[in-house]
């Protein structure tokens, strides 16, 4: 009984963890350019192809771009790499997702080291990854970025690149119980089954 309680609960969470599957959206490094950004600039930092730029995204810049869903998925992963570039001072780089303010981070001239833009020995560029999730089963997406910048692009500045989306679609529209859920009824199956086997 044990032995057949503890195949039954890998045959479960095998299940659960098929139910799920991601499905990639886009993946975009811009090394071929901007293709449906709205503002589809590119510049070159260290020798990499980014969105935006030294001289292109300061005050009041932003870009999006809207993709498809299928409508099946539960939520979508979202992930970038973001350029903090020259005299940030507190100011927001923010990501907007279908309205949704979902990533609003200050920064300052100071963090990270030299590396492009203006050749200031105080006003550094900083490289930020960032990884974010949002909840949606609509059928279209729409990423904006912008940030609060408040001078040109030759004074303060931002760019993202390796813009990456996965949608996490559940497979027959089956709902995948949570991983704390998962644990609880393994304990109470493993519970009952240690029971059993000690009274035979």
Known sequence: MFKNSLNFLLVLLTLAATNVSATLITSEDFTSGATGWSNNSTSLINGDSVLGGFNLFGGGAFTEKTFNLSGNQSSVDISLDFWKGDSWD?????????????????????????????????????LVPISLTFN??????????TSTLDQSANDEWWAVDNVVINDNVVANNVPVPEPSTLAIFALGVMGLASRRFKKQ
Not at 93 to 109: C, E, K, P, R, W
Not at 136 to 145: E, G, K, Q, Y
Request: hydrophobic share 40%.
């Open 90 to 126: 507190s100011e927001f780089f923010q990501v907007f997702v279908n309205g949704t303010l979902l990533f609003n981070q200050s920064y300052i001239y100071h963090q990270g080291s030299q590396i492009a833009g203006q050749q200031h020995n105080a006003w550094n560029e900083l």
């Open 136 to 145: 949606t089963t609509a059928t279209s997406l729409n990423v904006r970025f």
